[in-house]
């Protein structure tokens, strides 16, 4: 059984940096794209950011040039660093794998979620 772990939320200032990480503690998963999702207080999860088993990486507007995401795909591992956080960047923070990039940065995972972290960001 796969199970996705994140770790790495917490309280910090407006304009500091986080880095989430996500690890799959379950059963090994193969050539899976992996991705980070956001959830504001009261809204849906949307799409962050995701990086393909060999590498590729998609961003969203709001993280492109902001977060950085990398990852282990053969220990199903996923990194989110995040700078110049604002409040609007606060909320559940959660990891994802799909079998295709595609599926994660078009929000329709057909995979595994983790539990999410939260992340507050005081302005």
């Known amino acids: 059984q796969v199970r996705l772990v994140e770790s790495g939320g917490g309280l910090v200032q407006a304009g500091d940096s986080l880095t989430l990480s996500c690890a799959n503690r379950g059963a090994a998963l193969s050539r899976y794209a992996m991705g980070w999702f956001h959830q504001a207080p009261g809204k849906g999860r949307t799409f962050i950011a995701g990086i393909s088993w060999h590498g590729i990486a998609q961003y969203s507007a709001s993280a492109q040039g902001r977060f950085t995401i990398t990852g282990d795909s053969d220990r199903n591992t996923v990194q989110l660093q995040m700078n110049g956080l604002t409040a609007e960047d606060s909320g559940l923070y959660y990891c994802?794998?799909?079998?295709?990039?595609?599926?994660?940065?078009?929000?329709?995972?057909?995979?595994?979620w983790g539990q999410g972290t939260q992340v507050t960001v005081s302005s």
């Open positions: 994802a794998a799909s079998p295709m990039l595609a599926e994660i940065v078009g929000n329709r995972v057909n995979g595994y």
